[in-house]
């Protein structure tokens, strides 16, 4: 196929093309990402997750700077209807971002958190494979660290950055509450406000008091203070994501392994649910007698529970006797 050439020769236009149609559902991409899919595996994967607000966007735009003055190549996803890259920032943002754009080693691709076929955890998951067979070297994730979704796709990462603000005590507690499990990295961003040295002290101490008998060749996770529109701590940032590659990467990847089996197997179950779904669906809404069961339901001659459980029986009696 072509486009499978074009894609893996970095071709702008054909990725672009093939985005829109992911989105729209198109079989034929479908098949395209199947072809795809063997040349992934190389792109290091890195999730920034937060609050709106605490400069995520900022950070991803100073990383992209930093990857590309070492000479790496770079896809962005930004999940996160605020991003100037999905264009929902104030324009200087939006112009700021916009110097990227213009680069051929950068690839920069936004999802709306609505309206994706097939769901936003596996748009999100077909467009880093996508760049990742793209040939990019690094590809950053953007995510707002609420909802469901969220926590799913910042699953797809290899190394997860938690971004914070000082003296955001909701923050931390969120971070108390999970957040503190998901985190590679916390970065405390707007070091120039007062505070930044508390929350330091803070997250330093909750890490080591969940970890206190950390194995010898485990991830210990690190604290950075950035104040990202200077790019202050940011070269800092990038050094402790490349250790944490080295980290994923060492005697033959087994740490990176270990760390994406459940998540391999999470995602087939997730494409597996999605297809049955998409198989299983129509057939429900075609049942002639629906309309009927459903007025049945509302003047309560039956229940919604007995109904379901004989639908699925039904269907399951069909499958097996072919
Ligand atoms: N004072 C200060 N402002 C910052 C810093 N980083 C980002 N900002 C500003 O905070 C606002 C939100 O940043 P943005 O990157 O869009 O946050 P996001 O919603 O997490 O992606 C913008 O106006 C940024 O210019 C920082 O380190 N210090
Ligand atoms: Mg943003």
């Given at each position: 196929m072509d486009i499978i050439n074009q894609i893996l020769q970095?071709?702008?236009?054909?990725?672009?093309?093939?985005?829109?149609?992911?989105?729209?559902?198109?079989?034929r991409a479908r098949e395209v990402l199947k072809e795809l899919y063997q040349y992934t595996g190389r792109a290091h994967i890195v999730g920034l997750t937060g609050s709106p607000g605490v400069g995520k966007s900022t950070l991803t735009d100073r990383l992209i700077q930093?990857?590309?003055?070492?000479?790496?190549?770079?896809?962005?996803?930004?999940?996160?209807?605020?991003?100037?890259?999905?264009?929902?920032?104030?324009?200087?943002?939006?112009?700021?971002?916009?110097?990227?754009?213009t680069d051929e080693g950068v690839f920069i691709r936004s999802?709306?958190?609505?309206?994706?076929?097939?769901?936003?955890?596996?748009?999100?998951?077909?467009?880093?494979?996508v760049l990742?067979?793209?040939?990019?070297?690094?590809?950053?994730?953007?995510?707002v660290g609420v909802g469901q979704d969220e926590v799913e796709i910042a699953g797809a990462a290899h190394t997860t950055i938690v971004v914070t603000v000082p003296g955001m005590g909701d923050d931390i507690q969120a971070i108390k509450a999970g957040i503190l499990e998901i985190g590679d990295i916390f970065v405390i961003n707007k070091a120039d406000r007062e505070g930044a040295d508390r929350?330091?002290?803070?997250?330093?101490?909750?890490?080591?008091?969940?970890?206190?008998?950390?194995a010898e060749d485990g991830w210990r996770p690190r604290v950075l203070k950035t104040e990202a529109p200077k790019s202050l701590g940011v070269p800092e940032l990038l050094a402790v994501i490349l250790d944490h590659r080295d980290y994923l990467r060492r005697e033959g990847g087994r740490?990176?392994?270990?760390?994406?089996?459940?998540?391999?197997?999470?995602?087939?179950?997730?494409?597996?649910?999605?297809?049955?779904r998409e198989k299983i669906l129509?057939?429900?809404?075609?049942?002639?007698?629906?309309?009927?069961?459903?007025?049945?339901?509302?003047?309560?001659?039956?229940?919604?529970?007995?109904?379901?459980?004989?639908?699925?029986?039904?269907?399951?009696?069909?499958?097996?006797?072919?």
């Open positions: 970095g071709d702008i236009r054909a990725t672009a093309r093939l985005m829109r149609d992911l989105d729209e559902g198109e079989p930093q990857l590309r003055q070492q000479g790496q190549t770079v896809g962005v996803v930004a999940v996160d209807p605020t991003s100037p890259f999905s264009g929902g920032a104030i324009l200087g943002d939006r112009i700021r971002m916009q110097r990227h754009a999802l709306a958190t609505r309206g994706h076929f097939g769901g936003l955890t596996a748009s999100a998951r077909a467009v880093i494979n990742d067979a793209m040939g990019k070297d690094f590809v950053l994730v953007e995510t929350t330091f002290q803070d997250l330093v101490t909750m890490i080591e008091m969940r970890q206190p008998h950390q740490n990176l392994a270990r760390l994406m089996a459940p998540r391999l197997r999470g995602e087939l179950v997730d494409l597996i649910l999605q297809s049955l129509p057939r429900i809404l075609a049942e002639a007698s629906l309309e009927q069961t459903l007025a049945d339901i509302s003047a309560r001659k039956t229940d919604p529970y007995t109904v379901s459980e004989a639908f699925v029986a039904r269907l399951f009696n069909t499958v097996v006797s072919g």
